[in-house]
């Protein structure tokens, strides 16, 4: 559910006891098990690609999600992916002052990206910079010159923190967008 943008799972169910049937597709992951509910993908948790014969649609998982959505409260320095064309791709918004506002591009480069999709949740950046989205140009521009040195830094509010007022030195033609490797962090 976190994956998707809620807050949580209300319950779970198999394919042979939920209302919503058997797809007749073939099963890609097994044995998922995730440690943390905080997690944000199902990357972060352990699973098994290798797909045993006796797995069949009856085993299929259902999930019913809460209707909020993890935006609706979020903490200062909380980092999303919005507008894009997947939920692994998008305009970097940032949460300061009680407001979600974009990124600069200045200064902004592939570790930057990799410490953005990998507090997502993803194992790398594919992409950065690259995506014809910008920002609302209501919206402020809370990060500028935004560097990481490390790409094992954890969190980019690490190498960048919250102004008290947004920078007007860059315009939403700058703003960074970016597109992350979908590719597992553990299997």
Do not use: K
Request: charged residues 15%; contains cysteine; proline residues 2%.
């Amino acid at each position: 559910c976190h994956q998707l943008g809620w807050s949580g799972s209300s319950s779970y169910s198999t394919g042979q006891y939920d209302s919503y049937g058997n797809d007749g597709l073939p099963a890609v992951i097994d044995e998922l098990s995730c440690f943390y509910s905080t997690y944000l993908t199902i990357f972060q948790c352990s699973y098994s690609t290798s797909i045993s014969s006796s797995c069949t649609s009856d085993n299929d998982v259902s999930v019913s999600c809460y209707t909020t959505r993890i935006w609706n409260n979020p903490y200062v320095g909380q980092i999303r992916l919005a507008r894009g064309m997947y939920s692994n791709q998008g305009l970097l918004e940032v949460y300061c002052n009680d407001q979600w506002g974009t990124v600069c591009d200045d200064t902004f480069g592939s570790n930057d990206a990799i410490v953005v999709c990998r507090q997502l949740g993803y194992s790398s950046s594919y992409d950065y910079d690259h995506l014809s989205i910008t920002g609302n140009y209501s919206q402020p521009i809370w990060l500028d010159n935004v560097q990481c040195f490390s790409s094992s830094t954890s969190c980019l509010a690490d190498c960048e923190t919250c102004p008290s007022s947004e920078y007007a030195n860059c315009g939403h033609y700058e703003d960074i967008t970016i597109e992350c490797s979908i590719n597992t962090l553990s299997s």
